[in-house]
């Protein structure tokens, strides 16, 4: 193992990269934001339910109902559109007294509290408008200065928004679905005044508070006010969903929110960031499997000699696979643990609830059955890829292996023919594919799987382009979305290691063929081929191998990306058309340097090796 | 020798691996002229510099001083693309361990250096057919070299060398790995070659090889230390200097 250090650490990183993604997708399984929202609701005085009403005189029935322990408002809650540096948003405005509530009072966590001109602004939603506490913003047209940037239980975060719909848990929404569960029951959003009015849906609307008299101010003949908030808190708070649905389903009933309804809609970051890693570990792990692969193929041959001395000293098949199913075995738990720690390492970073929340994510992250599915993907990808080759190894002749006899080339009689009549680097690359075919499958399957990553990368960048631009276009003129933001971040994440993986991989693929060609290309520059033709050659053999995976990547991605999402949009195609030439052009420029280090070596010293 | 007839030259030619206590000279400052049509045997133990000499006469290996011409053109001096076009044109190489690709068929083998040469694939196959007919395995062109014996083997490595029709061949223990009746196959077809008047280096441990040819040269240690005239012909006694007997 000492003499293919190289070969064994780039064995454990490719291991090592399926097995971090997955244990950060197993950190993210089953995490909710409770911990966090439980915090906030502790830190916020929560309501256990939210009530919006469209007079006060609905909320006097409400505060004497049986199991109300506590309350606070009903406060006005207007819409405006406001605006800062070149941005747009639409808002739910809730007026407020500058003295604490009892019951949901937002927690500053800069600036101060409410004060005549001086409004608070929703923490997620502060930071997708890029404001900051000093800031001047208008309202419907009039200037408030930001007072202080707070968060709440009382409501789920931007751009989630969704008055009244909260109660229950989110039924089981695909990353993409609406975030109101319960779209009929979305307020007809009016806001702005004069040629500034549209209706919108409540999504991505932000909440920000102002005293009862801004609040009003807000509100006109076209925009009247039509929405109070009343925060309930309930002497047993489980009850809290009864308690919301026994009142729903009444003639001009309120629209209703429970705590446990909102804590489920604050962990869709969390979800969302799930539905992304999952497939990503999936295309990491089956991209280690073709990288390991390759290594292993190629470790096989270069242990050939030790392979035939084992047997000649007497060691038994058997013992001759278990010696290097073993040797790769180690490699891979070892490759296991560093997945791991990486895992563990970078998990808080994507189960954390954000700016919406305080607190940290609880997390089942690192159980028994989580390192029991990190090392048992290791060994998985170190057997589908070892197995074979250490079954091949055991079986090979003694004498064989001892003179280190290589693998027969395949003769593919018909592309032999065709080759003739190509220029010589056509015809020798066209040969090399020939005479390997198993070695090209295994590198088409590899740059499959890298595309079919990037397309599926693109796809949701695609779909998030248009989600944004259709957002700004009614409501949030050039604000960001933290859900997407935070699924770009993710994927870019596993864009990175999947091409760096891939990059790996397409050097590991180069340097066997490379080496594998190494007496055809010697023998043609024998023969009175160019360096620069051998060289050449090695790129076609190289690219030819990796058109059909490149063209076959495509759908994959997509499809990927469809059963991910439950539905997109497929990219643009000149995207799509630029996947597959780029990574064609990256394949040849990674095999143009080991081939030319290749055709350094002196012919008669690589013929002479060849031949003893 | 008239230098104008020589098809090889050589002047100084030094080949060396390493440096200070380490420095090894595999060819030292060796002179050697090759006339048209001649057959010549350099011979001498393993290690003695032979096959570095011959490398350096073809084109794969460069040397570290002195100089070489072929057919009046100096060689030493060419760019990897200049000694690339000297194989492809002038030189037919034949080696030990034959050095033939294992998924192409005999035919196949001998017609690549004229592919490679920007040959029509018609006149590429032409050509080869007619090669291994000349040495005896025109019925088993299309056999792949897995089905062909060690003799039979080197006599397709022999056509493929000649397949470009070249200035000199260069054969590097051309029978050291072939039993004695392959070798009798092989030096047959040398001597037929020579008839015709190919212009011969043959690199070789063994005397009884280096009998039949026209002249032979000792190397010891990287330089010449003697060369021989060989006056007789070997004709029709190959088998008896093989020690076959017949």
């Not at chain 1, 937002?106 to 506490?133: C, E, H, K, M, N």
């Not at chain 1, 954390?352 to 929340?357: K, Y």
């Not at chain 2, 083998?109 to 395995?137: I, Y």
Request: glycine share 10%; aromatic share 4%; net charge neutral.
């Amino acid at each position: 193992m000492r003499h293919h250090l190289a070969q064994a650490v780039l064995l454990v990183i490719a291991i090592a990269a399926a097995t971090a993604t997955l244990t950060m997708a197993l950190a993210l399984n089953g995490v909710t934001s409770q911990p966090p929202y439980a915090a906030t609701r502790a830190a916020t005085k929560g309501p256990d339910v939210v009530a919006y009403l469209t007079s006060t005189s609905q909320a006097k029935k409400l505060v004497k109902a049986p199991g109300v322990a506590n309350h606070s408002g009903p406060f006005p809650v207007a819409s405006g559109i406001i605006r800062f540096d070149g941005r747009q948003a639409d808002v739910f405005a809730e007026g407020r007294t500058t003295a604490p509530a009892e019951v949901d009072q937002p927690l500053v966590t800069s600036g101060t509290w409410v004060r005549p001109d001086g409004i608070v602004i929703q923490r997620t939603f502060a930071d997708a408008l890029g404001v900051s506490v000093g800031d001047q913003v208008t309202l419907n047209g009039e200037s408030f200065a930001v007072a202080g940037i707070a968060v709440t239980a009382a409501q789920s975060a931007y751009p989630n928004l969704c008055n009244g719909t909260h109660l229950g848990p989110t039924p089981a929404a695909s990353k993409f679905s609406d975030a109101c569960p319960f779209p009929s029951f979305k307020i007809p959003f009016l806001s702005g005044h004069g040629s500034d009015t549209v209706t919108a849906s409540s999504d991505d609307v932000g909440q920000i508070w102002m005293t009862e008299a801004d609040a009003i101010g807000l509100t006109s003949k076209v925009n009247p006010l039509t929405t109070y908030a009343l925060n309930l808190k309930l002497t047993n708070p489980d009850n809290a969903q009864a308690f919301a649905y026994d009142r729903a389903t009444a003639a001009n009933a309120p629209l209703f929110s429970t705590w446990q309804g909102l804590g489920s809609e604050d962990a869709v970051l969390v979800e969302d960031g799930h539905g992304v890693l999952e497939p990503g570990a999936v295309l990491l792990a089956l991209l280690a499997i073709a990288s390991v692969a390759v290594l292993v193929g190629r470790r096989l041959s270069e242990y050939a000699r030790r392979v035939g001395l084992l047997k000649a000293v007497g060691g038994t098949p058997s013992l001759v696979a278990a010696t290097f199913l073993a040797e790769n075995l180690v490699l891979a738990l070892l490759a296991a643990v560093i997945g791991l720690l990486a895992g563990w390492l970078v998990s808080p970073l994507i189960t954390s609830p954000g700016a919406a929340l305080i607190g940290t994510a609880g997390a089942p992250s690192f159980s028994l059955s989580t390192a029991a599915d990190v090392v048992g993907l290791a060994v998985v990808v170190a057997l589908a890829a070892t197995l074979l080759p250490a079954i091949r190894a055991a079986r090979s002749s003694t004498v064989d292996a001892l003179n280190d006899v290589a693998r027969p080339p395949r003769r593919r009689r018909k592309l032999i023919g065709l080759s003739n009549r190509l220029p010589v680097p056509a015809l020798f690359g066209l040969r090399l594919v020939a005479r390997r075919p198993r070695r090209a499958l295994l590198s088409a399957a590899n740059i499959a799987v890298t595309v079919t990553g990037i397309v599926a990368v693109l796809a949701f960048h695609a779909y998030a382009d248009g989600r944004l631009s259709g957002a700004s276009a009614v409501t949030a003129t050039g604000l960001s979305d933290p859900v997407i933001n935070r699924d770009e971040q993710m994927l870019t994440v596993i864009t990175v290691m999947l091409v760096t993986l891939a990059v790996l991989n397409a050097l590991f693929t180069t340097w066997a063929t490379v080496l594998d060609a190494r007496h055809s290309s010697a023998l043609m520059r024998a023969l009175g081929a160019r360096a620069r033709q051998v060289t050449s050659g090695l790129v076609v053999a190289q690219v030819l191998s990796a058109l059909p995976g490149a063209i076959l990547g495509v759908p994959l991605g997509f499809g990927l990306f469809t059963a991910a999402v439950h539905g997109g949009a497929l990219p643009p195609k000149s995207w799509l058309v630029a996947t597959v030439i780029g990574t064609l052009i990256a394949m040849a420029s990674l095999t143009v340097v080991p081939a030319q280090l290749g055709t350094r070596q002196p012919v008669a010293e690589v013929l002479a090796s060849e031949a003893a | 020798m008239n230098e104008e007839e020589s098809v090889l030259l050589a002047r100084g030619l030094r080949k060396e691996y390493g440096s200070g206590e380490g420095l090894v000279r595999a060819v030292d400052a060796v002179d050697l002229e090759v006339a048209r049509g001649e057959t010549l045997a350099i011979m001498g133990p393993s290690g003695c510099g032979k096959s570095t000499m011959l490398h350096l006469m073809g084109g794969l290996d460069r040397p570290s001083a002195g100089e070489l011409w072929l057919n009046g053109s100096r060689i030493d001096r060419l760019s990897e693309r200049g000694l690339a076009q000297l194989r492809r044109h002038e030189i037919g190489f034949i080696f030990q361990a034959f050095h033939l690709m294992d998924e192409l068929t005999a035919q196949e083998n001998v017609e690549l250096p004229a592919l490679l040469a920007g040959r029509s694939p018609r006149e590429a196959r032409r050509r080869a057919f007619q090669l291994l007919d000349q040495v005896g395995l025109g019925e088993r062109a299309t056999h792949l070299p897995s089905a062909l014996s060690g003799g039979q083997r080197q006599r397709v490595a022999i056509a493929r060398a000649l397949a470009n029709e070249p200035l000199l061949v260069l054969a590097d223990e051309p029978t050291g790995n072939l039993d004695s009746a392959a070798t009798l196959e092989v030096l047959r077809l040398f001597e037929d070659l020579h008839t015709g008047g190919l212009t011969l280096v043959v690199v070789t441990h063994d005397e009884r090889i280096a009998a039949t040819a026209d002249r032979m040269i000792s190397m010891r240690d990287g330089a010449f230390v003697d060369e021989t005239r060989l006056t007789g012909s070997t004709s029709g006694n190959l088998a008896g200097l093989i020690g076959l007997g017949s």
